[in-house]
């Protein structure tokens, strides 16, 4: 009992210092990034012009976006409560009752500090999915940014003076900065739409959890289970895409752009990072030494052993040498035996 204690039990000093000193310092960094894009000038928004009545600019102002039927607030709260729930749930199941892939060593490190598997499971698992979410976030507010593509109410809020600006026909390119004259908070948060950074987080939330269910949860007899589960949760992330096109927040370029790029974020660190949430190995497994009966998977046939008859003349060789305490030799060809000593001397 003591030797099965002791071989789930790893030693490691360098866990906690790399904790600290490089994904603290990654996750903080990440976030401050994130925090900058989304509430500071720090990167101004790339001024791009438009034409005169465009049509495609032209859709009627919605309101802001706490008005919306699927509000920023709702969609964060999604994001962050669905995957965490369901992580703190299946690992709890997966540690309780032992499930395959999912139990690991406890490491101790300092002879004081304990890590508990399941805890490390947990943390490792919400730690990449935040990292993530805020990946993601930078990634949409970096393409908004550069791109400052239009939203479909843009003229809307804009309200362009069309007859200041000289605009003779809808071919005229205006590329004035301060052609704009309305709500200048409002005319900038028109200008970014691509790629749709509530369609970016959705995906990335769904299809996080969508893998984690269907690589963890180990369900027989309940077929349906994870695939309805997993359909729910993809159904909900286009729901948020077709919901911003419908209610001219975004084009469908926009909304594709921003499925594709928290889709990739998603499938990169579940696949790549965490290793498909499977039980994280150092170094590879050692083979076991394969039995010579068992080559190639298929067990040999034991056939019976066939006496040669040269090894059955040896033998017999050493049997009347043994009696005779004379030396005899081989000649050429095995069938004959014949005395190194002459013939006369043995009369």
């Known amino acids: 009992m003591a030797v099965e204690e002791k071989s789930n039990v790893k030693n490691s000093s360098s866990i906690v210092p790399c904790f600290l000193f490089v994904e603290l310092v990654i996750m903080a960094g990440t976030v401050l990034l994130a925090y900058y894009f989304e509430y500071t000038d720090t990167f101004p928004v790339h001024i791009q012009g438009f034409f005169c009545y465009d049509k495609s600019f032209s859709k009627p102002y919605p309101g802001p976006d706490n008005t919306s039927k699927i509000p920023p607030v709702l969609i964060y709260s999604i994001v962050t409560a669905i995957p965490t729930l369901t992580i703190l749930f299946g690992e709890l199941c997966a540690f309780f009752i032992k499930a395959e892939g999912t139990q690991e060593k406890t490491i101790v490190t300092a002879d004081c500090c304990y890590f508990n598997p399941l805890l490390r499971r947990i943390v490792r698992f919400l730690g990449v999915y935040a990292f993530g979410l805020f990946t993601t976030t930078i990634f949409a507010n970096a393409g908004q940014v550069v791109t400052g593509n239009q939203t479909p109410h843009f003229l809307s809020a804009c309200r362009p003076n069309y007859t200041a600006l000289g605009c003779q026909s809808t071919m005229q390119y205006i590329t004035e900065r301060r052609a704009c004259t309305g709500n200048p908070l409002i005319v900038m948060s028109a200008r970014k739409s691509f790629p749709s950074k509530d369609a970016a987080l959705s995906v990335y939330s769904a299809l996080y959890t969508v ?133 006369s001397s043995e009369v």
């Open 211 to 343: 893998m984690y269910v269907t690589l963890v949860f180990k369900t027989k007899g309940t077929r349906l289970t994870k695939p309805t589960i997993s359909l729910t949760l993809l159904c909900l992330a286009m729901l948020v895409g077709v919901v911003r096109v419908a209610e001219y927040r975004n084009h469908w370029a926009d909304v594709l752009a921003g499925f594709f790029t928290g889709g990739a974020i998603a499938v990169f660190l579940v696949t790549c990072v965490i290793n498909n949430f499977q039980q994280f190995q150092s170094s590879p497994p050692p083979q076991r030494p394969q039995h010579p009966e068992s080559v190639l998977g298929m067990p040999m046939v034991a056939l019976p052993c066939v006496e040669s008859p040269l090894e059955k003349l040896r033998g017999d060789l050493r049997v009347l040498r043994s009696h005779d305490h004379q030396p005899y030799r081989f000649p050429a060809t095995p069938d004959v035996l014949i005395p190194s000593r002459s013939i």
